[in-house]
């Protein structure tokens, strides 16, 4: 299994990140990308991914932090870089402008267009505006990372070539939405992310959530989707394989 999107610099990790890091490939994570979301964290971003063969990252600016933006296509063609974000829209917190927030997005979509690698699209109750920017962009490749919208939504995303990054809240009791979602967009367009150490599965609420519980999103899709466990990460090991050419 791999988990296409966590962020193992936080701090919640300072006490013990090398014995997650074990624990997840004992289990059977095989690949993991780190997703930086301010310039501060990159070069350790990049320095932990030359630690470990299995382990990859991504330059980005988050929303939250739209106005640190610099320009850094040059940082991005270290081959363990392997796409741009995650960067996007953010309507739930809304500390940032939202014209800031979406010049900060289409710059860094004009970046990954440029050095053609694929995006990690964070939309949080913003996906009116977040289609509205992706579909002025043609040939670009991504994902809507946590995706957490409607299957209208999910369904454009889709008609626009994106994949969708489904999290542990696929697992809460209240998740029937997002259920449905699962149940009717095709295997071969979701990838799993965990997005440690926040949203952990239901059974850790409240606690940190790490890589090696990706399992129990792979158990709730391969449960909707009435597959085993074993189909379910087989084809979005392989989705998140051509996606980010890992
Ligand atoms: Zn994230």
């Avoid at 960067?87 to 939202?98: I, P, S």
């Avoid at 295997?187 to 609420?205: G, M, V």
């Avoid at 606690?207 to 999103?217: A, D, L, T």
């Amino acid at each position: 299994m791999i988990d296409t999107h966590c962020h193992l610099l936080d701090e919640s990790f300072n006490s013990d990140r090398k014995e997650v890091i074990e624990r997840a490939f004992a289990e059977g994570i095989t690949k993991i990308i780190e997703i930086s979301v301010e310039p501060s964290l990159w070069q350790g971003s990049l320095d932990l991914c030359r630690r470990y063969n299995n382990i990859f990252c991504t330059f980005g600016i988050h929303p939250h932090d739209a106005e640190k933006y610099v320009d850094y296509t040059h940082l991005l063609k270290d081959e363990k870089v392997v796409a741009v974000g995650e960067f996007g829209l953010d309507y739930h917190r809304n500390n940032v402008d939202k014209k800031i927030q979406a010049e900060v997005f289409e710059k860094q979509l004009d970046i990954a267009k440029k050095i053609n690698k694929p995006v990690i699209i964070h939309s949080r109750e913003a996906e009116v505006d977040s289609y509205k920017i992706l579909s002025q962009y043609k040939n670009l490749r991504g994902v809507v990372h946590c995706f957490s919208s409607t299957l209208e939504y999910a369904e454009k995303f889709l008609a626009l070539g994106y994949y969708l990054g489904i999290d542990c809240p696929v697992t809460y009791p209240k998740a029937d939405n997002l259920r449905d979602v699962v149940k009717n967009v095709p295997l071969e367009k979701i990838l799993l992310e965990t997005d440690a150490p926040y949203l952990p599965p239901q059974k850790f609420r409240g606690k940190r959530n790490e890589p090696s519980y990706i399992k129990f999103i792979a158990e709730e899709i391969a449960k909707i989707k009435n597959l085993s466990i074993d189909e379910v990460s087989k084809i979005t090991d392989n989705n998140a394989e051509v996606l980010f050419g890992i």
